[in-house]
């Protein structure tokens, strides 16, 4: 089965330090998004890219968070520097474009900022 | 804009119980709404959609009813088992766009 592939599954870091989180969409899918998980806020889109292109980061924190799509099997994450608040689990997830077609999760990123 | 509200959880029930999680929507136009699982420790996933009015979606023994009167898609089973336990998130995607809103989510817990 084509899955939406995360790495890495888990990752502890300290204050400041740099993190970057990986996503291998499913081949063929032109749409990506990021988003965010905690028990307060539940699930957040931190940013939407068609085709390669960024159309939405209005969720993101601009100053410490960045998003990327080198190519178009491989999505980024980064938060430099990364703060406590940062922590939870960090889901990509990849589509086909049309309006009525579900969306497919990875199994996340958990990470934790010391 | 669009937006998703569910009932609160956690939702506790008795194996063999009926189950309702309530989902209301607002949007322009006419969106798909989806309704999505997350198990323990993993991704979402769908679970079952309606893209028209009066739609009804169905997987795994769960239903929901796309009613547009009432910007309604509640989810319906019958008899839960333990392992329907999981986090349950209403969405929708509307016309204008491709982004998925999401609701809050709810969580279920099902007791032997």
């Known amino acids: 089965d084509a899955r939406v592939t995360q790495t890495p599954r888990h990752k502890v870091t300290e204050m400041g330090q740099e993190v970057t989180m990986r996503c291998q969409p499913i081949?063929?899918?032109?749409?990506v998004f990021w988003y965010r998980q905690t028990m307060m806020q539940g699930l957040e889109l931190l940013a939407y890219?068609?085709?390669?292109?960024?159309?939405?980061d209005s969720g993101m924190p601009k100053d410490r968070f960045s998003a990327e799509m080198p190519d178009a099997t491989l999505a980024t994450l980064k938060i430099q520097p990364s703060e406590p608040r940062d922590s939870a689990v960090y889901f990509c997830?990849?589509?086909?474009?049309?309006?009525?077609?579900?969306?497919?999760f990875g199994s996340g990123t958990q990470l934790s900022v010391l | 804009g669009n937006s998703v509200t569910q009932m609160e959880g956690p939702v506790t029930l008795s194996e063999e119980a009926f189950l309702t999680i309530n989902c209301t929507y607002t949007?322009?136009?006419?969106?798909?709404l989806f309704w999505y699982v997350q198990y323990p420790g993993e991704g979402l996933q769908l679970l079952l959609k309606?893209?028209?009015?009066?739609d009804k979606g169905s997987n795994k023994g769960f239903e929901a009813t796309y009613r547009k009167e009432t910007t309604s898609f509640h989810l319906e089973k019958g008899s839960v088992q333990v392992s329907d336990s999981a986090v349950y998130f209403c969405?929708?995607?509307?016309?204008?766009?491709?982004?998925?809103?999401f609701g809050g989510g709810t969580r279920l817990m099902v007791k032997p």
């Open positions: 997830a990849s589509g086909t474009g049309a309006t009525n077609e579900k969306l497919f």
């Open positions: 081949l063929g899918h032109n749409t």
């Open positions: 890219f068609r085709n390669r292109a960024p159309l939405d």
């Open positions: 949007a322009t136009g006419y969106p798909s």
């Open positions: 309606a893209t028209k009015a009066d």
């Open positions: 969405a929708l995607k509307g016309n204008a766009g491709n982004m998925l809103t």
